[in-house]
């Protein structure tokens, strides 16, 4: 499978609000980026109402998990100036680019009073009062797009200030989007800039150096050395990754959410991860591998060895399993040394090893 990536960029038209349950007094905070799951909820909208000629609520369904196969997106953070103010634990606290957090508040942030009005007597309900944090204008966000080029019955081409998506040969062309809360406000609008730009493979992501981004696999992914500093750009499943990582400083959240399910939208409660939020830090102690999953979050395919195997004999290493059990793939009966030395990659006499074990 491959994949190409478009650098997207988006202004703000009116503020937006990124709820998350925090709440600090009777103040509903606002996450300070845009999760790739509003964008996906957002694209999955707009699209799904344009692609109907009546109302169908299937359609809402089908195009948000063709989204989600063959779309897959990064965070997008605040940009200052072309540089993204990406958030990062530092040891003086939480800083966004060269900003800290509070001059990033100062700048970005701010609270509006709200309060739901009692109709008989048209004055303030009784214990309504609210504030709504949010991120002002004007605000221009940056992330990327994914795209899978070897999707059926999908396509996708950027234009000028236009996004434009192809769905069984149906096209859907839009230019702004809404995301996060509030919408009977009137917030979350956000508007396209410009032609999104295709990007090189592997992707540079952020221009950050140390993170990039393969093209050429099952999905996006992102191979990382063993003992070197990282700074993660997206939630990071810790799933399978608690014995790998030596360090780690930054914030642990779980992650969960309502999902489309047989009664429909959000009738489902999805699987609960547990994530580090963008802006953690953390040093491995083997190589590995990350995939850039659906809603963008960062989850271990496989250590860096299994990858490098896959590139060698174009084959996954469950599929070299499935042929060594099957015995398509037959090693020479010899004594253990000789069978060794005839792997020439350890990765082949592991994968041996363990399908024998398991009644090859």
């Not at 059926?152 to 434009?164: G, I, M, P, Y």
């Not at 083997?286 to 084959?315: A, N, P, Q, T």
Request: aromatic content about 12%; proline content about 4%; some cysteine.
């Amino acid at each position: 499978m491959a994949w190409e990536c478009y650098k997207v960029l988006f202004q703000a038209k009116s503020p937006i609000h990124i709820g998350y349950g925090a709440r600090l007094g009777f103040v509903n905070r606002t996450r300070y980026y845009i999760p790739a799951k509003n964008i996906w909820g957002a694209l999955t909208s707009i699209i799904a109402k344009k692609r109907m000629k009546t109302y169908n609520p299937g359609i809402y369904e089908e195009t948000g998990n063709v989204l989600k196969k063959d779309v897959r997106l990064s965070y997008f953070y605040i940009q200052n100036k072309g540089i993204p103010l990406l958030p990062k634990f530092t040891e003086k606290g939480v800083w966004y680019g060269d900003l800290s957090q509070e001059e990033f508040e100062r700048r970005y942030i701010s609270s509006i009073a709200l309060t739901a009005l009692e109709k008989s007597t048209r004055s303030a309900e009784e214990g309504s009062i609210h504030e709504i944090e949010f991120i002002k204008l004007p605000a221009k966000f940056s992330g990327y797009f994914f795209i899978n080029l070897e999707a059926k019955d999908f396509q996708f081409k950027a234009k000028e200030d236009e996004l434009v998506f192809y769905f069984n040969n149906q096209e859907v062309s839009l230019s702004s989007l809404q995301v996060g809360g509030e919408h009977i406000y009137g917030f979350g609008k956000i508007e396209l800039i410009g032609k999104p730009e295709i990007q090189g493979d592997p992707v540079n992501l952020f221009n950050q150096g140390s993170i990039k981004v393969d093209l050429g696999g099952e999905e996006p992914l992102i191979s990382l050395k063993a003992g070197e500093s990282y700074h993660v750009l997206a939630p990071l499943s810790i799933k399978d990754l608690q014995n790998k990582i030596l360090r780690m400083e930054g914030d642990l959240e779980p992650l969960v959410g309502r999902e489309w399910g047989e009664r429909g939208a959000g009738q489902e409660i999805s699987e609960v991860k547990i994530i580090s939020s963008p802006g953690t830090t953390f040093e491995l102690s083997e190589e590995v591998v990350l995939g850039i999953k659906s809603h963008g979050i960062w989850e271990f395919v496989l250590s860096d060895h299994y990858r490098r195997f896959e590139k060698k004999y174009g084959m996954s290493w469950e599929e070299f399993e499935r042929k060594m059990k099957e015995g398509e793939i037959v090693p020479p009966k010899t004594d253990s040394l000789e069978l060794y030395e005839w792997h020439s990659d350890t990765i082949e006499w592991e994968f041996y090893a363990k399908a024998n074990r398991e009644g090859a």
